[in-house]
């Protein structure tokens, strides 16, 4: 069965360092695979998408994400974390079928 | 271009209530959905919608009733609805239904059950 997984349902980071936000999937078939960011009190905004273009991904805010067919990850990083970075972050896949399965999101704290 | 609207924001309802959850996209789209988002759970997609027919209905109560009369609105009708059901609800559209598709969301519908 499809699958995503998030591993660390909290993440906590100092502002200046590296964001690392780990998101791992299952898939029969070639996935797609999304990363949203939703803000205090809003709804989901797309932040990347993997659609097998190329592996290496560059989304907004400074975002990125690398997909890894070997280890079936596609984590989402940022060199320099801002405190505006904080949020709720949720992966997503397609695999083949009619909706995306989100992962149970991940939630970035910045310390100042 | 405001994107995907949703109306109200808010929403506070007695359990024997009736209300309507309102969702508009100004983005062309043909394919529309509800979710719903609770504390601690993951996003739970409920219905969809393509070219205003309804594809999937995820084993969703029948307290919740949706509606789509055209590609750019979708309602959720609620009646006799449970404590339980208190959430954040979030509507989505996209080009069409499929799984390569990115879909856009809504700022949602805090839900509260009284």
């Known amino acids: 069965a499809q699958s995503v997984t998030q591993l660390g349902s909290h993440v906590s980071v100092s502002e200046g360092a590296l964001v690392l936000l780990r998101c791992n999937y299952s898939?029969?078939?070639?996935?797609?695979l999304f990363w949203y960011v939703q803000y205090p009190n809003q709804g989901l905004q797309l932040l990347l998408k993997?659609?097998?273009?190329?592996?290496l991904v560059k989304g907004i805010n400074g975002f990125e994400a690398e997909f890894k067919k070997s280890e079936t990850s596609f984590h989402l990083t940022k060199p320099s974390a801002h405190m505006s970075d904080a949020a709720e972050y949720f992966c997503?896949?397609?695999?083949?079928?009619?909706?995306?399965?989100f992962g149970t999101g991940t939630r970035l704290t910045i310390i100042p | 271009e405001t994107g995907v609207t949703q109306t109200p924001r808010h929403l506070v309802m007695g359990m024997t209530n009736k209300k309507s959850l309102k969702c508009e996209q100004h983005?062309?789209?043909?394919?529309m959905y509800w979710y719903k988002q609770s504390a601690k759970k993951p996003l739970e997609l409920m219905f969809v919608?393509?070219?205003?027919?309804?594809?999937e209905n995820n084993s969703v109560p029948s307290r919740f009733s949706p509606e789509c009369p055209n590609s750019s609105h979708l309602f959720l009708h609620l009646h006799t609805l449970q404590p339980e059901d208190s959430a954040l609800y979030l509507c989505?559209?996209?080009?069409?239904?499929?799984?390569?598709?990115?879909?856009?969301f809504g700022e949602g519908s805090w839900l509260t059950v009284v």
């Open positions: 989505a559209s996209g080009f069409r239904v499929g799984s390569g598709n990115t879909i856009y």
């Open positions: 898939s029969s078939v070639p996935p797609y």
């Open positions: 993997y659609t097998s273009a190329a592996t």
């Open positions: 997503a896949g397609g695999f083949g079928n009619e909706k995306l399965t």
């Open positions: 983005l062309g789209h043909n394919a």
């Open positions: 919608y393509n070219f205003k027919e309804q594809t």
